[in-house]
């Protein structure tokens, strides 16, 4: 993460030590992983879905077709952005059938080890603590042809979708230009109440 992200994590870890929290080191050795099994599940399940967006029952339908096939083209060529077609052709990459023992089965074995981790992780804390994204907001297009590091902004959110647990994010302070900072709470299933009284007494007692 960026130094001044990691600045701002710090203070408010600071801050809910002088208010009584204690903090717990805890190790989940496969969360690194986390980024590469999310956009495998993720893609393969936007391809499947989106299978149905045929321009005639669901979906933008096409203009200027001259048969079915050329609709199921049109429809999906122009109601579908580059990033939509990207993540489909990714999903019915690992959904093929020389790929998807190696690259979906896997992904799914990873989902099962970090829900079982969150599961441990949550029998010692209430709540974990961690950035919302490792960098402050980009300029618009500025990543747009590096997508990897648009992926990677990923990497602190994408636990949670895996591992189905509620989360949230609030302001934690700016960086140097003034460009805001988010600290993000995670929670065993259910805690959605402990997350909002949280956050709001953070937000409260910091004005962040």
Known sequence: MDADVKEKIDEAIEFFKTQG????????????????????????????????????????RGEGYANLNDLYVKSRTQGFGKEVKRRIMLGNYVLSSGYFDAYYNKGKALQRLLIKQFNDVFKSCDLVISPTSPTVA????EKANDNL???LSDIYTVPVNIAELPALSIPCGKNKIGLP?????IGPKFSEPLLFNTADYFEQKCGK
């Open 21 to 60: 929290a204690e903090f717990v080191e805890l190790s989940m050795p496969n969360i690194s992983n986390a980024l590469a099994c999310y956009y495998i599940l993720s893609s393969a399940e936007a391809a499947s879905n989106l299978a149905r967006f045929d321009g005639i029952k669901y979906g933008v």
């Open 149 to 151: 590091s648009m992926y």
């Open 181 to 185: 900072i988010g600290l993000q709470f």
């Open 138 to 141: 980009f300029k618009i297009g």
